[in-house]
C-alpha cells in the first residue's frame, strides 16, 4: 500500500505559477513510476506528466510541454509539478498516482493508488 497526499493548491492568475507536491508514504517510494492526472467538472481525467521511478524519464501532455515540469525526490518521498504560464483552462482538480509498472502510463487505469487531489483554479 501506498499513501498519496497532494498539497499546494490554490488560486492563481493567469501567467503565474503554483508548485503542486505529492507526499508518499507506506511502501518504497522509488519503486513506482509516479503520475499527475487532472479532472475539470464534467470532463475525463486527463493525463499531465509522468515519471519514471528514478526520475530519469518523463512525459508530459503536449500542451502542457515547456510549461510545467515533474520531478521527484526518492530520499524525501516526494513528487512535485511546478506549473508555470498557467491559463484559466489548468483549472481542475489535480491528482498525484503511482503505478507498479516499470513504464510510465498515460491511461489512468494502470495506476494503483491515488490521492485525493488538490484544487488549481486560474483566474484570467
Known amino acids: 500500500q501506498v499513501q498519496l497526499v497532494e498539497s499546494g493548491g490554490g488560486l492563481a492568475q493567469a501567467g503565474g505559477s503554483l508548485r503542486l507536491s505529492c507526499a508518499a508514504s507506506?511502501?518504497?517510494?522509488?519503486?513506482?513510476?509516479m503520475g499527475w492526472f487532472r479532472q475539470a467538472p464534467g470532463t475525463e481525467r486527463e493525463f499531465v506528466a509522468g515519471?519514471?521511478?528514478?526520475?530519469?524519464?518523463?512525459y508530459y501532455t503536449d500542451d502542457m510541454k515547456g510549461r510545467f515540469t515533474i520531478s521527484r525526490d526518492n530520499a524525501k518521498n516526494v513528487m512535485y509539478l511546478q506549473m508555470n504560464s498557467l491559463k484559466p483552462e489548468d483549472t481542475a482538480v489535480y491528482c498525484c498516482?503511482?503505478?507498479?509498472?516499470?513504464?510510465?502510463?498515460?491511461?489512468?487505469?494502470?495506476?494503483?493508488?491515488w490521492g485525493q487531489g488538490t484544487q488549481v483554479t486560474v483566474s484570467s
Open positions: 507506506g511502501r518504497t517510494f522509488s519503486g513506482y513510476a
Open positions: 498516482s503511482a503505478a507498479m509498472s516499470r513504464t510510465i502510463s498515460r491511461r489512468p487505469g494502470e495506476y494503483d493508488y
Open positions: 515519471i519514471s521511478r528514478t526520475g530519469g524519464t518523463v
